[in-house]
């Protein structure tokens, strides 16, 4: 518990140098995924719970296993390890019918998601908002072949398994797409905040945020890199905060 504690304050410590001021998150067990959205917060440990923040401590969310937690306009949404995915509804979550998915993105309205054979899928906004229990829901396929996909107000990013880091407008209410441009760069993890800034992780665990992203010019113009001292493997943000998962498991809540 000391030595958790003194690496805390160490981190602390290494991160305050940096443009964002880092603090610990509320403690819990390693965390695997976070997620940030329409003011929420929402992670999975790595026994598969899922919690939300609430005060300063984390909430069981539902009873369900989940590897995977997305939040967003769309609601919020997982998937088990058995890639079956998830709405919450009435306090817990219920299984959807329709499709297996490795990770899914409430976005925009819509929510889409990636398939393990990299296949990708789009809901319709009134489609996802109205699911109920034992409804069956109709994915469109978008074209493409991706390992992880976001979507904010101005479009959609994902990256493939080349690390190739792509982006395109995506209607929320029929899943049409304007077609994917390919940026520079290379990713493993790309997340969108609801104010349309783009966070990416690379291999290394180096974080870096899209520039230059307008309404005229919606897929940025370059990558600026923001060092943390410490080894990134997951990012979200939500609300002017930037939410960190390191490699050890640890949540970091920066400013
Ligand atoms: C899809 O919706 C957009 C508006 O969001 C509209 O401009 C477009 O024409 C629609 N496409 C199809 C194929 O219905
Ligand atoms: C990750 O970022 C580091 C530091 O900028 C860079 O040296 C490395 O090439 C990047 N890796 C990938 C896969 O882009």
Known sequence: MKALATFLVLLNYFTRC??????????HVAAAQVDAGNGMVVMTDKNSNAFFLSDSSWS????????????????VWGVDLNNNVYKFAAGDFFPTRGLELMQVDAGEGQVVGVTSQNSIHCLKASSASSIEEEGVLNWNTITG???????GPLGCWGVNS??????????????SISGWR?????AVKVEVGTDGRVFVVN????????????????QGTGWSQITFCVSIKHVTY????????TNTGVILNCI
Not at 145 to 151: G, I, P
Not at 207 to 212: L, W
């Open 182 to 186: 390919q940026t520079d760069g290379a």
């Open 203 to 218: 291999q290394s665990g180096n974080v870096y945020e899209r520039t230059g992203i307008s309404k005229a010019v919606p």
């Open 60 to 75: 069981k969310l539902g009873s369900v296993p989940l590897k995977h937690v997305t939040v967003g306009y769309a609601g």
């Open 238 to 245: 939500d609300l002017g905060r930037l939410w960190l998962l």
């Open 145 to 151: 072949a991706l390992m992880y996909m976001s979507c």
């Open 162 to 175: 080349g690390q190739n880091i792509y982006f395109t407008k995506v209607s929320p209410d029929n899943c």
């Open 18 to 27: 940096h443009g964002w001021i880092c603090t610990t998150a509320p403690e």
